[in-house]
C-alpha cells in the first residue's frame, strides 16, 4: 500500500501513535471528534482548501483543511508529502473516503516536515515522466493571467515548459510577487500532466512553488 511513496524517497509510515485513533478504526467513529497521526503520502488542492492523504501503517484517510484552517495552521510550510502529522478533528466520509476535518490550524501539528519530495529532472525530459510528480529548477520567461489561474513560463537549459497554477494556490506562495518578473529563479514540484497536447507542470500546494534568491 506504500509502493507509491517509494517513487518520492519517502520512507515507509511508521507505527500508528499509541494515544491516536488508528485510520483502520475510523468507521467505529464517525462524527466524532478524535486525534489521527500518520505520514502524507498523498497531497491535492480544490475549490476551496486542500486535502493530505495520511496513511499510519493500518490504512488511510484523508486530512481536509478548508482555505482558512489551511492559512492559520503554523506548520503548513513544512505540511507536505513525507511529512509526519497529529491532528485533531472530526470524523467524516466523502466519495466513499474516510476523511479528518479539524476546526482550528492549531489542531495539525507536523512533528517532522515534508517538502522538496520530488526526483528533480531537467525540463526537456519532462515527456517521458508524464503523471509523474517531479521537480524542476529554472527561470521564469514570462506570465499569463486569466480570473482563476495563471500560466508561468518556465525554461532551463533543456526546454521550456507551462506552470499551471490556480489562484487559490497563488495567492499563498511566499513572494509570489516574484513570479510575475522575468528572470526570477524558482524551484517547484508538481505533477507533469498533458493539457490539449501541451505539457504542464501542475503545482498542488503553496510550499510546492519556492522562489530562490
Not at 486535502?51 to 481536509?64: H, N, Q
Not at 517532522?112 to 520567461?141: C, D, R
Request: aromatic residues 8%; negative net charge; proline residues 8%.
Amino acid at each position: 500500500p506504500t509502493s507509491t511513496m517509494f517513487s518520492t524517497g519517502v520512507p515507509p509510515a511508521p507505527p500508528p501513535n499509541s494515544s491516536s485513533i488508528s485510520l483502520a478504526d475510523l468507521p467505529a467513529h464517525a462524527d466524532a471528534e478524535i486525534t489521527v497521526g500518520g505520514q502524507v503520502v498523498a497531497a491535492a488542492s480544490f475549490s476551496h482548501g486542500f486535502k493530505f492523504t495520511l496513511d499510519d501503517g493500518t490504512g488511510r484517510a484523508d486530512l481536509l483543511l478548508w482555505h482558512n484552517i489551511y492559512d492559520d495552521t503554523w506548520d503548513a510550510p513544512q505540511l507536505n508529502i513525507g511529512a509526519l502529522v497529529q491532528a485533531t478533528g472530526t470524523v467524516g466520509q466523502f466519495d466513499g473516503v474516510w476523511q479528518i476535518e479539524p476546526d482550528f490550524g492549531g489542531d495539525v501539528q507536523v512533528t517532522a516536515p515534508g517538502g522538496n519530495f520530488a526526483p528533480a529532472h531537467p525540463i526537456g525530459e519532462l515527456s517521458s515522466h508524464l503523471g509523474e510528480l517531479v521537480q524542476i529548477s529554472g527561470t521564469i520567461i514570462r506570465l499569463e493571467s486569466t480570473s482563476s489561474a495563471v500560466k508561468i513560463f518556465v525554461g532551463d537549459e533543456t526546454g521550456e515548459i507551462v506552470v499551471f497554477v490556480w489562484r487559490t494556490i497563488l495567492e499563498r506562495i511566499p513572494h509570489n510577487v516574484a513570479l510575475g518578473e522575468e528572470g526570477t529563479q524558482v524551484r517547484i514540484n508538481g505533477r507533469v500532466e498533458a493539457y490539449r497536447s501541451n505539457l504542464e507542470l501542475v503545482p498542488a500546494l503553496p510550499y510546492d512553488v519556492e522562489v530562490l534568491p
